[in-house]
């Protein structure tokens, strides 16, 4: 099997090994495949085509990928007049291609097209090659014809040669599955990858770049952008147990003349990421000299708390 890495161009095509084309029935067409070295490839070029998207760029992103191995095979598409060097690449590679795909930047008529084989088009190559006999017989070579006289073996011996032969059919039929598992497995673990990188370059950013106070809202200011009333929020946050009232010290009032008890919110050691505890050094200092603090909503608690109130309204709150 030769591999290539350039375009498909005239030059690539001297390489090219020979193959019958299969077409595979899916929706309401076929995907062009040929078996090379016993396993079965894809003609990827018609399937790009049939999806909205560039050539060009699809067949150098499968190039540059470590699991791309492409692979020019001459063969005639049905339909064609004549035969011609295409690119093909594995059933995994396949796979891994169409996973890679994201829908929304297709041409709007083409996504459904697009969700369809990435759902379904992997295990249909899959059931047709592997998970029947008339098309496993074009992957396996033609069984061998054994003259052997069992004449003499006792039955014990007939008895032990059944059993090899059916425990040999049933760990091929688990290899053939568990080949099926893994395909869609990549597949799963392929997107999974992509938005994990996602997740990975935001939030790289947000470390670098931003300032993990600068964002913070007053408690009472966030109450008002989400309509909450703050007494009834605050109430309904200390309830279930999010965040808690504590005695910071006492304050002379002039108007009653008298000291009276200042306590402080704070949020309890699970919920510590949705608030910021912010110090008011231009506040007057409590009776011990202690500064007064006051309760911020960080940006994780502002998106955590609006969907905690999804789940647990506040009673009696419009």
């Given at each position: 099997?030769?591999?290539?890495?350039?375009?498909?161009?005239?030059?690539?095509?001297?390489?090219?090994?020979?193959?019958?084309?299969?077409?595979?029935?899916?929706?309401?067409?076929h995907?062009?495949?040929?078996?090379v070295?016993?396993?079965?490839?894809?003609?990827?070029?018609?399937?790009?085509?049939?999806?909205?998207?560039?050539?060009?760029?699809?067949?150098?992103?499968?190039?540059?990928a470590?699991?791309?191995?492409?692979?020019?095979?001459?063969?005639?598409?049905?339909?064609?007049?004549?035969?011609?060097g295409?690119?093909?690449?594995?059933?995994?590679?396949?796979?891994?291609?169409?996973?890679?795909?994201?829908?929304?930047?297709?041409?709007?008529?083409?996504?459904?097209?697009?969700?369809?084989?990435?759902?379904?088009?992997?295990?249909?190559?899959?059931?047709?090659?592997?998970?029947?006999?008339?098309?496993?017989?074009?992957?396996s070579?033609?069984?061998?014809?054994?003259?052997?006289?069992?004449?003499?073996?006792?039955?014990?011996t007939?008895?032990?040669?059944?059993?090899?032969g059916?425990?040999?059919?049933?760990?091929?039929?688990?290899?053939?599955?568990?080949?099926?598992?893994?395909?869609?497995?990549?597949?799963?673990?392929?997107?999974?990858?992509?938005?994990?990188?996602?997740?990975?370059?935001?939030?790289?950013?947000?470390?670098n770049?931003?300032?993990?106070?600068?964002?913070?809202?007053?408690?009472?200011?966030?109450?008002?952008?989400?309509?909450?009333?703050?007494?009834?929020?605050?109430?309904?946050?200390?309830?279930?147990?999010?965040?808690?009232?504590?005695?910071a010290?006492?304050?002379?009032?002039?108007?009653e003349?008298?000291?009276?008890?200042?306590?402080?919110?704070?949020?309890?050691?699970?919920?510590?990421?949705?608030f910021?505890?912010?110090?008011?050094?231009?506040?007057?200092?409590?009776?011990?000299?202690?500064?007064?603090?006051?309760?911020?909503?960080?940006?994780?608690?502002?998106?955590?708390?609006?969907?905690?109130?999804?789940?647990?309204p506040?009673?009696?709150?419009?």
């Open positions: 099997m030769q591999e290539i890495t350039g375009s498909d161009t005239a030059t690539d095509r001297r390489v090219a090994l020979n193959a019958e084309c299969i077409a595979v029935p899916f929706l309401d067409g995907i062009p495949a040929v078996v070295d016993g396993r079965p490839r894809v003609v990827i070029k018609p399937v790009v085509e049939r999806l909205g998207l560039n050539w060009a760029s699809q067949y150098t992103k499968l190039s540059a470590r699991w791309g191995r492409v692979v020019l095979v001459t063969t005639q598409l049905p339909g064609d007049t004549q035969s011609r295409l690119a093909t690449i594995s059933l995994k590679a396949f796979s891994l291609w169409l996973a890679g795909i994201q829908e929304g930047r297709v041409a709007e008529h083409a996504r459904a097209d697009v969700i369809r084989y990435q759902d379904e088009a992997g295990d249909r190559l899959e059931e047709y090659f592997f998970g029947n006999l008339g098309a496993a017989a074009r992957l070579p033609a069984p061998l014809a054994l003259n052997l006289d069992l004449s003499s073996l006792d039955e014990g007939m008895a032990y040669l059944a059993q090899v059916q425990a040999l059919t049933q760990t091929s039929q688990a290899l053939i599955a568990q080949k099926a598992v893994t395909v869609r497995q990549a597949k799963e673990l392929e997107a999974a990858q992509h938005k994990a990188e996602v997740a990975e370059s935001k939030a790289e950013y947000v470390n770049f931003v300032d993990p106070n600068a964002a913070n809202t007053l408690f009472r200011t966030f109450c008002g952008q989400i309509n909450a009333p703050e007494r009834k929020l605050r109430e309904h946050l200390r309830a279930k147990g999010i965040i808690y009232k504590k005695l010290g006492r304050e002379w009032s002039k108007s003349k008298r000291w009276k008890d200042v306590h402080e919110w704070n949020a309890h050691a699970s919920y510590k990421t949705w910021h505890q912010a110090d008011q050094p231009d506040a007057p200092r409590l009776h011990n000299n202690q500064m007064r603090t006051t309760l911020y909503v960080t940006p994780i608690g502002k998106v955590a708390i609006d969907r905690w109130l999804k789940r647990n506040i009673e009696g709150a419009k």
